[in-house]
């Protein structure tokens, strides 16, 4: 089957997956059902990025945990 451009323009603009703690990306890594899994995809000049998930929820541990600390430190490491 031959995929339309739309949904090859949405592929490639693909940024972030529900994953297990190994990467795999499986239907139970998916804590909201979203299609393919995707967590964030970026607009067609890739310099804007709309996510699911909410990090900033989670960088304190009085709040909710610190788990989000990782994104924005992988974030700050890779743009360097």
């Known amino acids: 089957r ?3 451009s739309a949904a090859s323009d949405v592929y490639k603009r693909q ?3 529900y994953s297990d703690e190994n990467g795999n990306v499986n239907e139970q ?9 995707i967590a ?7 310099n804007v990025i709309g996510m699911m ?3 900033e929820r989670m960088i304190d541990p009085a709040l909710s945990g610190e788990d ?3 994104f924005f430190e992988n974030l700050i490491n890779n743009l360097k």
Do not use: D, T
């Not at 890594?29 to 299609?35: A, E, I, R």
């Not at 964030?40 to 890739?46: D, E, L, P, T």
């Open 2 to 4: 031959k995929e339309s």
């Open 15 to 17: 940024a972030l997956f």
């Open 29 to 37: 890594s998916n804590p909201n059902g979203s299609l393919q899994n």
């Open 53 to 55: 998930p909410h990090p």
């Open 68 to 70: 989000g600390s990782i």
């Open 40 to 46: 964030g995809i970026f607009n067609k000049q890739k």
